[in-house]
């Protein structure tokens, strides 16, 4: 089969341009782990719907692992319809393993919910209410600052941290 040499070409400058677009998006959209030294714990909401309206928040959670030694979070979450007050209860888990350059770990989730809600309509609590400490240090402790942030919810909020009255990490 015979190509063309200005086909060849320009199907090459198409892909390399294609490829670089590519890069270009996720250069801008920023790779999370980039996104500063968490001074404790970094919890990250951001709304996702589906095509039908529903809510499916992303929790994306940050912490200096090499700094703190943090392993885990553990608590409860509530995520409350804002129009009627009706809510879902789901545990907070946060675990982070291994890290990056930087020493920061970083925990994923996408949460289905129960409901119809939109994220507009959207209460989202937690109730923290222990932390673990790398694996040479398996009992409850308590939990570093957690700072949460994010747009496009009704309320978002750690209500509670329960933790404070466990005993302090060295």
Same mark, same amino acid.
């Given at each position: 089969?015979? =190509?063309?040499r ?8 198409g892909?390399l341009?294609i490829?670089?677009a =590519?890069?270009?998006l996720a250069?801008?959209?920023g790779?999370?782990?980039s996104? $500063?030294?968490?001074?404790? =714990?970094q919890?990250?909401?951001?709304p996702?719907?589906t095509e039908? $309206? ?6 994306i959670?940050r912490v200096?692992?090499?700094? @703190?030694?943090?392993h ?8 409350v319809d804002a129009?009627d ?6 545990p907070?888990?946060l675990v982070f393993? $291994?890290?990056?350059?930087? $020493?920061?770990?970083?925990?994923r989730v @996408? ?5 119809? @809600?939109?994220?507009?309509d959207?209460?989202?609590l937690y109730?923290v209410?222990?932390?673990l400490y790398?694996?040479t240090?398996?009992?409850p402790m308590a939990c570093?600052?957690?700072e949460? @942030?994010g747009?496009?919810f009704?309320l978002?909020r750690v209500g509670e941290?329960?933790?404070?009255g466990l005993?302090?990490p060295?």
């Open positions: 089969m015979h =190509v063309s200005p086909l060849l070409a320009s199907s090459i400058v892909a341009a490829a670089a =590519v890069a270009a250069l801008q959209q790779d999370s782990t996104a $500063g030294t968490p001074e404790g =714990v919890l990250v909401l951001l996702h719907e039908a $309206g529903v809510c499916r928040p992303e929790r959670a200096n692992k090499q700094e @703190t030694g943090l885990a979070v553990y608590g409860e979450t509530r995520l129009r007050e009706t809510a879902t209860e789901l907070l888990q393993s $291994g890290w990056n350059s930087e $020493g920061i770990a970083e925990d @996408t949460t289905g919910i129960n409901t119809e @809600t939109r994220c507009a959207l209460k989202i109730t209410k222990e932390c790398d694996e240090r398996p009992e570093p600052e957690i949460i @942030t747009e496009g009704s978002l941290d329960r933790s404070q005993p302090q060295d």
